[in-house]
């Protein structure tokens, strides 16, 4: 099996219980499930969550959280940063699913049954669904026909909030984009840097733990050549099920690289609960336990497990370690993996020496016939940046990205700022999306100036648009004797 990392984009962080307690009111809005053909006339219900009770009638702004890979529920409790200064905006919440996934399933039980009813499954059409989904909200309630929106995502969300700025300008004021990797395309980003960043962060914890990894990998093909080392790895990892193929030692394999992964992109600063409840900054916990790389294969084995509970078992709850967990099929697992394999191909690769995994090259042939076989689908590695212009984003405007150094995901960021109104954001101790989640004593001192920048540039952008409406408007008349210019106001207020 391929490497999955492509599958460990957010998706991981769904089992796992709310720490924020916030409300709403649940909507379905009736969406076209194909808005770029006329063939289809099918419909579907899409959800989304509001909260109005901050919102200032008449001009407040639509604080709008473009949906990503995941029911949206779970971003609407987890992204406590619009709902910390709603108030202070006067703002209204709108937390929009993205389609199939969560409830929002546009052929029902069949949505993933077969690619003629997945192929609707694009950031394309769930652009548009955002898009009509505004517009409709606008529309229908009474004095917001004048709101600025600004949109909000982190991760592969953050993707969309940006692209919406950038497709429907006329419809989103602003973005704020935490950790979106839109430049982990192909020709965009080297397929190494994310797997650098990784290991830097154990790397930085100390490099006996970085070194440590590094060697597992032999180490566990060693002992598990044979039945006697997997049994021992049975008993002494507690597996709940015994290995005995190839396949299965690969699996394990994928499976550790993902909780290496994963626990480099939540790398954050206090004690939370995501895929299993873990310790304030765990990569450092894991690394209290790997600190002589040079031991022999069976202690190092030993010392690995240890590390590997930290993430496992934390609460000492975990009766088995369940490697097969990334078969997973959870929709946002199987959705995510369907657009990796389609638009979203986000080449990833190592050579085992300035990273701690073993050498993997970016293959796209091979990953193409999985997709096939897997989805019936080829992959199109050169669609998103065709259609949303990889890096050349210049002539759009207001977006902030946000960047964490601690997330892997950092390195496919806009890490630079591209004019005076895209700008990046980098916090040096961010993991993945950290600054949208809700203020927390233990923050560091750079998320909350990321935070404190992020509502200068809302202030800015909504008071723009106030500044727009008053202006007038000129416009040239030529071809007459005369030319002259007519100025009309432009609205009246
Ligand atoms: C909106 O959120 C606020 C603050 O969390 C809460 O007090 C209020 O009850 C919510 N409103 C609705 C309609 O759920
Ligand atoms: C999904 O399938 C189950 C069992 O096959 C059926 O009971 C249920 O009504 C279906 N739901 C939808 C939304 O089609
Ligand atoms: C592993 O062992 C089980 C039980 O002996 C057997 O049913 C299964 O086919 C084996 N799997 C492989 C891949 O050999
Ligand atoms: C690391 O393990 C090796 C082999 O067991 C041992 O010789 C060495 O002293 C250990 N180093 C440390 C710092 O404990
Ligand atoms: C988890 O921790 C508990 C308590 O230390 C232990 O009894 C149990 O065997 C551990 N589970 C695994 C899978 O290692
Ligand atoms: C961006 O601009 C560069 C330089 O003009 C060009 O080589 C590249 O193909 C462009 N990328 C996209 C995605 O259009």
Known sequence: MHRTLLLSFLCFLFHHSFVHAYEWKTFFFKQQVDH???????????????????????????????????????????????????EEFGAMLIFAEHRY?????????????????????????????FAELISYVKSTNSGAADSPVIAFGGSYGG????????????????????????????GLTPCDAFNRVVTADFASASTECSETIRKSWKSLSSVLS????????????????????????????????????NLAMVNYPYAANFLAPLPAY????????????????????????????VYANFTGQTKCLDVSQQADQSLGD???????????????????????FEAQPWNIEKYSERCLKKWKVNPRPLMAPL?????????????????????????????????????????PEGAHHLDLRAGDPNDPPSVLKAREIEKQFIGKWISSVKK?????????IVGSEHIFVVVVPKRSE
Not at 46 to 67: A, C, D, E, H, M
Not at 167 to 186: M, N
Not at 339 to 349: D, G, K, L, S, W
């Open 36 to 86: 770029f053909s006329f063939a289809n006339q099918d419909t579907y219900p899409q959800r989304y969550l509001v909260n109005s009770t901050y919102w200032k009638r008449g001009g407040g702004p639509i604080f709008f959280y473009t949906g990503n890979e995941g029911d949206i529920e779970w971003f609407a409790q987890n992204t406590g940063f619009m709902w910390d200064i709603a």
């Open 101 to 129: 996934y969560g409830q929002s399933l546009p052929y029902g039980n069949k949505s993933y049954s077969d690619a003629k009813y997945l192929g609707y499954l694009t950031s394309e059409q769930a652009l548009a669904d």
């Open 159 to 186: 993707m969309l909030a940006a692209w919406m700025r950038i497709k429907y300008p006329h419809i989103i004021t602003g973005a704020i984009a935490a950790s979106a990797p839109i430049l982990q395309f192909t």
């Open 226 to 261: 044979n039945d006697e080392g997997k049994e021992w790895i049975r008993t002494n990892w507690n597996l709940c099920v015994p290995l005995n193929g190839t396949d299965d030692v690969e699996n394990l394999k994928d499976w550790l690289t993902n909780v290496w992964t």
């Open 282 to 309: 765990p990569v450092k916990a894991v690394c209290e336990h790997l600190t002589n790389s040079s031991l022999d294969d069976h202690s190092l084995l030993i010392e690995l497990f240890k590390g590997l509970s």
């Open 334 to 356: 199987m959705g995510w993996d369907f657009q990796a394999c389609t638009e979203m191909v986000m080449p990833m690769c190592g050579d085992g020496i300035n990273d701690m």
């Open 387 to 427: 259609i949303y212009g990889g890096r050349n984003i210049s002539s759009s405007s207001n977006i902030v990205f946000s960047n964490g150094l601690l997330d892997p995901w950092s390195t496919g960021g806009v890490t630079k700022s591209l004019s005076d109104s895209i700008v990046a954001i980098i916090i």
């Open 468 to 476: 727009d409406k008053k202006e007038t408007l000129k416009s040239i």
